[in-house]
C-alpha cells in the first residue's frame, strides 16, 4: 500500500507565499516523475508543476516564475513553493507520483487527498 499525505495548505493574502509538502509512503520499490497537480471548483484538474527522476522541471505557464517544485529522494517527499500568490491560484492542490511497489511491478499513478489553497484578502 502506498500513500501520499500532502500538507502546507491555507489562507493567504494576494502576494504571499505558502510552501506545501507531499510524503510518500508505504510500499515503494522506485519512484518516477512526481507533481503537483491543482482543481478550482468548477474547473478540470490540471498540472502545475512535475519533476521527473531525471530531467528538467515542466511549469504550467501560470505558474512560471512564481512556483518552484523539488524533491528530497532519500525521504520521497515533494515540495512546491509558491510565491506572489494570485486569487486565481485558489484550488484543492494534490501531489501526484508514479511509483512501482516491487521489481516486478510497473509504474502506477497515485494521488494525495489533496490540500485546500485559498488566496484572499
Known amino acids: 500500500q502506498v500513500q501520499l499525505v500532502e500538507s502546507g495548505g491555507g489562507l493567504v493574502q494576494p502576494g504571499g507565499s505558502l510552501r506545501l509538502s507531499c510524503a510518500a509512503s508505504?510500499?515503494?520499490?522506485?519512484?518516477?516523475?512526481m507533481g503537483w497537480y491543482r482543481q478550482a471548483p468548477g474547473k478540470e484538474r490540471e498540472l502545475v508543476a512535475r519533476?521527473?527522476?531525471?530531467?528538467?522541471?515542466d511549469y504550467a505557464d501560470s505558474v512560471k516564475g512564481r512556483v518552484t517544485i523539488s524533491r528530497d529522494y532519500v525521504n520521497n517527499t515533494l515540495y512546491l513553493q509558491m510565491n506572489s500568490l494570485k486569487p486565481e491560484d485558489t484550488a484543492v492542490y494534490y501531489c501526484?507520483?508514479?511509483?512501482?511497489?516491487?521489481?516486478?511491478?510497473?509504474?502506477?499513478?497515485?494521488w494525495g487527498q489533496g490540500t485546500q489553497v485559498t488566496v484572499s484578502s
Open positions: 501526484n507520483a508514479q511509483i512501482a511497489s516491487s521489481w516486478r511491478e510497473t509504474f502506477r499513478d497515485y
Open positions: 508505504g510500499s515503494i520499490f522506485s519512484m518516477s516523475a
Open positions: 519533476i521527473p527522476r531525471r530531467g528538467s522541471t
